[in-house]
């Protein structure tokens, strides 16, 4: 693998970091003006997020090259996390192989964004960042048929939707099957950028491909900022990866191959070219926002002091059913009342475990329902604070607009709205479907409990979708569950290592 250790970089070529991240801007500047130079991030620092490295404190971290992560040959998406704030996907068929992987090879070098320019100083990061990933079916049609070691990749997420516990008939004809071959990600913060680098594709790449769907995502607006449509601050709680990041309070440390594949703690034999990339989860996820709404004020619950309004109780019962108020304020350290300087602190807002000096872990609870979302798709103490392998990277962005007042006013969804959803992990087995279905939709997990959790109330599937815990006067009481959150579909892509796309997939 034709790595360069960006230590050895700085040591011996330290002008050379000034000027790495412009070539990936080379397509587009040349339209935009040569002058062009980006003067902000290109990534979003959402309140309540834990903040990214720098690529000095990432080398710093590591006294020898030995134990340095490939960050420059990693591609950016996957360790960022939910920090987008435009973002689209473009979905494709590959139509002619032959002439696909020779624009490909031509393009990665320079357009292709690593995880070291998304952390590099703004004047060195691209108008926009473009990774890519491919599915089975994909690397197949490119006459890439090694066994990258993940079953659920070969078969696709058409194939196992039902286990997942989707319903088929709400999924878009573009996802049912196995013909969406890649994805292209373009991330930005301004619309004419997106536009310009996707019309860049599509002249590059001509008729060698065609385009099977381009979903658009971007950050909510204002203070709704970095939280999803329900109003929950997200992507607050991914686990640090040795290497990358240090661990916040709280936050979950995980070796580097639990997200990389070929990398210290992924223990599935792989190709050597595969070293360095991850396994990427796309799924649509509609969110039924209004409906919603009414659920939770319909069924508004009371606090121990039982002086809530209708309002206050709905917030109330929706902050149990996620397990943090919207502030991103998390329920075990604040159960009573939100506390948004709680939540914009990621310094505090992970520290927690759901265990208490005098409480139960078996039976207690007051502070977070067992059922609750964060709970359930990261149990903490109720597996003794133990559990790594099952970790993932979370770097989804909302798609569709606000709320408009007919909505609200009709307690019904008429615009298609929700979470452009993306996982990152070295095994989609331990990773997104071990959350999915032995988690949220297993209704005695967490086990050992002296009540059966229920379904995870937001994106828990099951039949019946029961679950227990939200009202904490009564933690006996169950209650039966909409959905809120309908799969449209999606698919399984591997993102490959830059030297990967160049030296094994477009050679």
């Known amino acids: 693998m034709r790595f360069i250790s960006l230590l050895g970089i700085f040591l011996a070529f330290p002008a050379l970091n000034c000027a790495a991240g412009a070539v990936h801007d080379g397509l587009v500047r040349h339209k935009l003006g040569k002058g062009t130079v980006r003067k902000t991030p290109l990534l979003a620092a959402f309140t309540g997020h834990p903040q990214l490295p720098t690529l000095q404190q990432i080398l710093g971290m590591h006294p020898t090259q030995s134990t340095l992560l490939s960050i420059d040959n990693i591609q950016g998406d996957i360790l960022v996390g939910m920090k987008k704030q435009k973002e689209r996907f473009v979905f494709f068929h590959v139509n002619n192989a032959a002439e696909f992987k020779s624009v490909l090879k031509a393009y990665t070098p320079t357009n292709i964004t690593s995880a070291s320019t998304l952390v590099s100083p703004a004047s060195d990061q691209p108008l926009a960042f473009v990774n890519i990933a491919f599915s089975h079916t994909g690397l197949s049609t490119l006459d890439i048929n090694d066994n990258l070691g993940d079953s659920n990749f070969v078969s696709g997420q058409f194939a196992g939707a039902s286990r997942l516990g989707d319903d088929t008939a709400t999924w878009e004809p573009t996802f049912k099957g196995t013909d969406i071959h890649g994805v292209f990600l373009i991330g930005t913060d301004k619309d004419e950028y997106l536009e310009t680098y996707t019309g860049d594709l599509k002249t590059l790449f001509g008729s060698s491909w065609s385009v099977s769907l381009t979903l658009d995502a971007a950050a909510r607006p204002g203070a709704e900022a970095g939280h999803e449509h329900f109003g929950f601050l997200d992507g607050i709680s991914n686990p640090a990866v040795v290497g990358f990041n240090n661990p916040l309070p709280g936050q979950t440390s995980v070796p580097p191959g639990i997200i990389l594949t070929g990398n210290t703690g992924d223990r599935t034999n792989r190709p050597a070219w595969a070293k360095d990339g991850s396994f990427m989860v796309f799924r649509k996820l509609k969110q039924l926002v209004p409906e919603f709404n009414k659920w939770t004020l319909d069924n508004a619950i009371q606090n121990r002091a039982g002086n809530l309004t209708i309002q206050e109780g709905a917030e109330f019962l929706s902050a149990r059913m996620i397990g943090r108020w919207k502030s991103g304020a998390p329920i075990d350290v604040a159960p009573e009342a939100d506390d948004p300087a709680l939540g914009a602190d990621p310094n505090r807002n992970n520290n927690f475990d759901y265990a208490h000096p005098g409480s139960s872990l078996a039976s207690d609870q007051t502070n977070c329902p067992f059922s609750a979302h964060l709970r359930k798709v990261n149990p903490r103490a109720d597996q003794g604070n133990t559990n790594t392998v099952n970790h993932a990277i ?114």
């Not at 479907?433 to 995870?456: H, L, S, Y």
């Not at 939200?470 to 169950?478: A, G, N, Q, V, Y």
């Not at 039966?480 to 959150?485: E, G, M, S």
């Not at 490959?496 to 030296?503: E, G, K, R, Y």
């Open 394 to 507: 979370r770097a989804g962005t909302p798609y569709g607009p606000e709320v408009s007042d007919d909505e609200a006013n009709s307690n019904s969804t008429q615009t298609d709205r929700g979470l452009a959803f993306v996982m990152y992990q070295s095994n989609i087995a331990n990773g997104f479907r071990f959350q999915q279905v032995n988690w949220a939709n297993t209704a005695d997990f967490p086990a050992g409990k002296n009540v059966t959790p229920g379904i995870e109330p937001i994106i828990g599937q099951g039949s019946p979708r029961v679950a227990s815990g939200l009202d904490p006067l009564d933690s006996t009481k169950t209650y039966t569950l909409p959905n809120f959150v309908v799969s449209n579909g999606g698919e399984y892509f591997f993102v490959p290592s830059i030297s990967a796309i160049t030296d094994k997939i477009a050679a």
